[in-house]
């Protein structure tokens, strides 16, 4: 019994030796479209992202500066297949085809894929009919309009959350843009909030939306660069970056093998 033991411990031994290491995190940016510096965004967010976890990011950037553009990836069958993750950082406020929208959002939750919506996807799709219903539970709210360009205190109301790890109580953002929350769905989670003086309300900022076996984060400043500059922005967006992938741990630090490559 002995002599067979030693044979079967070099085998697990020699199995644990040789386990990979886990694949990044694969992300697809889709970004375009009017009211905003792309070209500076699409760059910062692969920057800061890839110096803090390990995650490979292909990136689709189309549309001009219309408000009406429909990326060439939703035509291929099972475009998101090979990704974990989609971010939106886009603008099209101005696409109405209800088909087309409810299958993009069809497309997303068949999937299974992390999703993250960044600043105007908010507002795009905004004005279909049935496809911005779709749109917009996705998100997880709604909203169709901003308050003026402020510096505005956004207060963290879920410190406890491990997307919110190392997200101070009160958040002096650079100046941006507060977008008004005119619905909330069931399954979202408000993270925090900003106060619109021309609303009179407060709105969520940041948020978690999770629909069936998808996980989705939000957060609605984004218009200027210098938000996506901020050390505080690249903190939970990096952390949302893990959590709808399944890679954060519960106090905010990724799981192994998804810290970022040295």
Known sequence: MIRLLAPIAFIFLFASCTTEPPKPIKALLLTGGCCHDYDAQKKLIQKFTTDKVNVE???????????????????????????DVVVHNECFAKTKDDGFITKVVKDHLDSDIGVIMVHCAMHTFRDAKEG?????????????????????????????????????????????????????????????RGFGPKSK????????????????????????????????????????????????????????????KK
């Open 132 to 192: 911005t219903e779709a749109w917009c539970r996705l998100i997880g709210l709604q909203s169709k309009k901003h308050e003026h360009q402020g510096e505005y205190v956004i207060e963290n109301i879920a410190p406890k959350h491990p997307v919110m790890a190392g997200f101070p109580q009160a958040w002096q953002s650079p100046k941006d843009e507060l977008y008004i929350v005119i619905r909330e769905f069931p399954n979202m989670t408000p993270l925090a």
């Open 57 to 83: 990011w292909t990136v689709i950037h189309e549309g001009g500066k219309g408000g009406d553009h429909r990326f060439s990836i939703y035509s291929e069958k099972g475009w998101s297949d090979k990704y």
């Open 201 to 260: 309300k407060w709105s969520t900022i940041i948020w978690t939306n999770e629909i069936e076996d998808n996980r989705i984060f939000g957060i609605s400043h984004g218009h200027n660069t210098a938000t996506m500059e901020d050390p505080v922005f690249q903190r939970v967006f990096t952390n949302a970056l893990l959590w709808t992938c399944r890679k954060l741990n519960d106090d905010g630090t990724p799981k192994a093998g998804y810290e970022a």
